[in-house]
């Protein structure tokens, strides 16, 4: 099982949280500070919400893909079974089973089932995969709603399968309530062998998020340059490309940047503040580089 990076994510939150907030202690304009400290609070809280969805999702739809054909190294959780298990028939389900008691990547706990079903090869044009989850947990995410893969493009040559994603009706459960999405994307995935399970990478390109956050207010996500997923140490992480999301109660967008292509564990948060006083308004530039653990 790829593991996937809501763990990492929600220390970034923290800690752009206290960066902000360190920031702001040493502000000299007390009226400018307080200003900022609402925005740079408002599109954290926002950063937080879309990366753990985006995140959550991406995870299951890469591990379904990684592991259609039930080939490649595989790790003793889950249990992957693949039914009918010969190389021929069609359709098949998938199943990623977790357990109860969950399996452990990492800080965080993965309990319950990612069911897929497929109509053919996940390496044949045309096929499609539909995904469901069955008490399936991250932490104290619980995930609902149905992904469904469409196989776009295949290149034998290149090692290369391009899909059509999307999401509908899906639902993050917490303790302290609900966040919906929908999104439709397109994944490369680039395999390079069947046999080293970690050298895959995920390109993800054409995305379009709407969704409903905790506190019902709205936002949309969008991909400036394709992000770009690969093996950093044992864990998958983005290590490359932009998103931006905007919302109406942010003036300006928050800009994600995963980099170059590198494996820094680094990822920087920006946006832009405008406050006026009287007639004159004031730009300042946040940007802060995150770590990721």
């Known amino acids: 099982m790829k593991k996937i990076l809501v763990n990492s994510f929600i220390a970034i939150f923290a800690i752009m ?17 307080n200003l900022d400290s609402v925005y740079t609070d408002n599109s954290v809280t926002l950063v937080s919400n879309s990366m753990t969805s985006d995140d959550v999702y991406y995870g ?38 977790f357990g109860t008691s969950g399996c452990e990547f990492g800080e965080i706990t993965i309990s319950g089932k990612i069911i897929a079903s497929l109509s053919g090869k996940i390496r044949e044009n ?12 991250v932490d104290t995410i619980t995930v609902g709603g149905t992904l469904s893969l469409t196989v776009q493009d295949v290149s034998l040559l290149e090692s290369t399968v391009t899909l059509i994603d999307s999401v509908k009706n899906g639902v993050l459960t917490v303790p302290s309530g609900t966040m919906s999405l929908t999104t439709n994307q397109t994944i490369k995935w680039n395999y ?18 709407n969704a ?10 969008e991909i400036v340059e394709p992000i770009i ?11 490359q490309g932009v998103y931006e999301i905007s919302t109406s109660e942010l003036t ?15 990822a920087t948060v920006s946006t832009e503040v405008s406050v006026t006083y009287g007639n004159q308004t004031f730009t300042q530039d946040y940007s802060y580089e995150i770590p990721l653990p």
Request: aromatic share 8%.
């Open 192 to 209: 390079n062998t069947l046999t080293d399970y970690f050298d895959d990478e995920f390109e993800i390109s054409n995305a379009a998020t």
């Open 212 to 221: 409903t956050t905790l506190d019902e207010s709205s936002y949309s996500t």
């Open 17 to 33: 949280f206290v960066a902000v907030s360190c920031k702001e202690e040493n502000d000299d304009d007390d009226n400018n500070n």
């Open 60 to 97: 299951a739809v890469t591990s379904v893909i990684s592991n259609a054909e039930n080939s490649g190294n595989k790790t003793t959780c889950p249990t992957v079974t693949l039914e009918p298990s010969d190389l021929t028939t069609y359709p098949k389900t998938l199943t990623l089973d």
């Open 229 to 239: 997923i690969k093996g950093c140490s044992g864990i998958y992480q983005a290590v």
């Open 252 to 266: 300006n967008p928050v800009s994600i940047d995963f980099g170059e292509g590198t494996c820094d564990n680094t």
């Open 126 to 137: 045309g096929t499609t995969v539909s995904i469901t989850f069955d008490n399936y947990t």
